[in-house]
């Protein structure tokens, strides 16, 4: 029996416009954890140590964040940390245009999760509907940050 590919599902990537300034979407997306959320943004309690960041979100918990490259304004990046859940590197790319800005989101290491085929898959799945509702999160308050 041949081995399934994995490769397809181990990269999200997707993008959006807004309307705002790419400092302003600079300033929202390099606050680690800013998409936990219910589809509305949320401050959250963030506590640092060193590189990592605890982020505390009153509906779903802690959640801890390695803070990888902080390349201002243009590159963050952040690796999900925590007791044997796996980590996948989470990247935003901020790139002014006339007009606004393009943030777009790259989400990779799915395929090296633990657990089976089938769970890896669902975890890809659910982040990559999870990035369309976060990329809207992301312009709808940067876009009413006066």
Do not use: Q
């Amino acid at each position: 029996m041949a081995a399934t590919d994995t490769s397809a599902f181990d990269r999200i990537d997707k993008s959006i416009e807004i309307e705002a300034p790419a400092e302003r979407v600079w300033a929202f997306v390099s606050e680690p954890g800013w998409f936990i959320n219910d589809g509305a943004y949320r401050p959250h309690e963030i506590t640092h140590d060193g590189e990592v960041s605890l982020v505390r979100d009153p509906v779903h918990g802690d959640f801890g964040f390695r803070t990888v490259a902080l390349d201002a304004p243009h590159h963050a990046a952040f690796r999900w940390v925590g007791e044997g859940a796996g980590t996948t590197l989470v990247e935003f790319f901020v790139d002014a245009r006339d007009g606004g800005t393009t943030l777009r989101v790259v989400e990779t290491g799915f395929a090296s999760l633990p657990g089976s085929e089938a769970e890896r898959r669902a975890a890809f799945d659910g982040n990559s509907e999870g990035w369309d509702v976060e990329l809207g999160v992301a312009r709808t308050a940067c876009e009413a940050a006066v």
